[in-house]
């Protein structure tokens, strides 16, 4: 089956080369370079057009899964942009392929960009870490504001316990005592709660824990 779709899309290619060889041929040669001119101009724009079906293809699935796993509407629209530079930077790549710009000048940018991009990378772990793991907090629903968790320290420590009030991009912040005008607040980064043990009280299990209070919460 493979072998025959090969095949086929040779021929396609074989038949395409072969009409231009005739148009070409039957064009007065001043409206040579204007064909040319012509056929790479209509495949730039069929890339544009195909990066732009993707990249709504792209934005619906963002929405879908925003409203499916109930996400900020930072992590949604970060999201967008990321999805949106990787379409939008790779029809650039090709639209220049298709204008003669050589293969070798596109590798050596690619790379050099990539290089750039992986020590971004590890200079800035800890802020990226944090919002991977405020996405796995809303994904996997470890605990939503209006909670009441605790972290656990190893041994006989006291542990962090707070009721959540505010869940971000790089923080969660915890009511630690009194109330969000006249109390302590907790702000701790989200990835502290992939490194240590979480308890989170249910139901009847906060009675004579602190009572809950108006609730703040970034995103939709």
């Known amino acids: 089956m493979r072998q025959n779709r090969n095949l086929s899309a040779f021929a396609l290619s074989s ?52 409203a499916t796993y109930a996400l ?17 930077g790779g029809a650039l790549l090709w639209s220049l392929e298709r204008l003669g710009v050589s293969g070798m000048a596109l590798w050596a940018a690619f790379t050099g960009f990539a290089t750039v991009a992986a020590v971004a990378f590890f200079a800035a772990w800890s802020v990226l870490s944090n919002l991977f793991c405020a996405l796995l907090i809303f994904t996997t629903r470890t605990f939503r504001a209006g909670d009441l968790v605790e972290l656990l320290e190893s041994g006989d420590k006291p542990g962090l316990r707070g009721r959540v009030v505010d869940i971000n991009l790089v923080y969660t912040t915890l009511l630690e005592s009194g109330d969000q005008t006249n109390g302590t607040t907790l702000q701790l980064p989200n990835s502290l709660f992939f490194q240590r043990a979480l308890r989170r009280w249910h139901g009847a299990a906060e009675a004579g824990n602190p009572p809950a209070i108006e609730i703040h919460r970034s995103g939709p």
């Open 15 to 66: 038949s395409m080369k072969d009409f231009l060889l005739s148009l070409h041929a039957r064009l007065p040669r001043w409206a040579d370079n204007w064909l040319d001119a012509l056929v790479v101009a209509f495949q730039i724009g069929a890339i544009v057009f195909a990066a732009w079906v993707v990249a709504r293809l792209a934005r619906h699935l963002v929405a879908r899964l925003t």
């Open 72 to 88: 900020p509407a930072k992590v949604a629209l970060l999201s967008r942009r990321v999805l949106a530079f990787i379409v939008y």
